[in-house]
């Protein structure tokens, strides 16, 4: 992840497009939107959380630079994270 897609304060975490983020530690993770979409996932048997910020839902190659701004890719990430 660049330092453009997400900023890392102690206990904090801001997600800008293309940012995902997971943790077991406790963490606040925030976002500003507009017409994005941000995406929440709880897993209380692992104990991860996280969150992801995309823009559209197709595009890029999954490999590809910035591909976390599409919403294929974001999720895939996010779910991926633990």
């Known amino acids: 992840m660049t330092p ?3 900023a890392v304060a102690e206990g904090e ?3 800008y497009i ?3 983020h997971a943790s077991r530690a406790p963490v606040v993770i ?5 017409s994005c979409i941000a ?3 709880h ?3 692992a104990h991860v959380g ?3 910020h995309f823009m559209l839902p197709y595009g890029a190659d999954a490999q590809a630079d910035g591909a976390a701004r ?3 890719h974001a999720m895939d990430r996010l779910i991926a994270r633990r």
């Open 4 to 6: 453009a897609q997400t």
């Open 70 to 72: 599409f919403g294929v």
């Open 30 to 34: 925030k976002t500003l939107l507009g």
């Open 39 to 41: 995406v929440c996932l």
């Open 50 to 52: 996280g969150m992801n």
């Open 43 to 45: 897993d209380p048997v």
């Open 18 to 20: 293309g940012g995902v």
């Open 13 to 15: 975490v801001t997600l």
